[in-house]
């Protein structure tokens, strides 16, 4: 089928930065919207930055102007470089593609999540 495998977690100060990566594999037929979520301990998974196939982004207003995300559409992998990293930042971050195995059948993919620790 389809596996998403994230890299990129760890532990990191305020202010700091970290890019995590997102890599698509299996039997992919295409990629449509890919992202990244993230849940805090307590709370619900919310979104963070969303890029359509063509490029588009949106981004949580927590995280506008702090966080970028990008694709590489060759290689089914996308992209989030977090900078000016906040303690709230600190939370699983989980990889989602929107993904068509075939020109049939198409649906939400998640990756295992990595953790991301953003100390004071």
């Known amino acids: 089928q389809v596996q998403l495998v994230e890299s990129g977690g760890g532990l990191v100060q305020a202010g700091g930065s970290l890019r995590l990566s997102c890599a698509a594999s299996?039997?992919?037929?295409?990629?449509?919207?890919m992202g990244w979520y993230r849940q805090a301990p307590g709370k619900q998974r919310e979104l963070v930055a969303i890029?359509?196939?063509?490029?588009?982004?949106n981004y949580a207003d927590a995280v506008k102007g702090r966080f970028t995300i990008s694709r590489e559409s060759a290689k089914n992998t996308v992209y989030l470089q977090m900078s000016g990293l906040k303690p709230d930042d600190t939370a699983v971050y989980y990889c989602?593609?929107?993904?068509?195995?075939?020109?049939?059948?198409?649906?939400?993919?998640w990756g295992q999540g990595t953790q991301v620790t953003v100390s004071s």
């Open positions: 299996g039997s992919i037929f295409s990629v449509s919207i």
């Open positions: 890029i359509a196939s063509g490029g588009a982004t």
């Open positions: 989602n593609g929107f993904i068509a195995t075939s020109p049939l059948h198409r649906g939400d993919y």
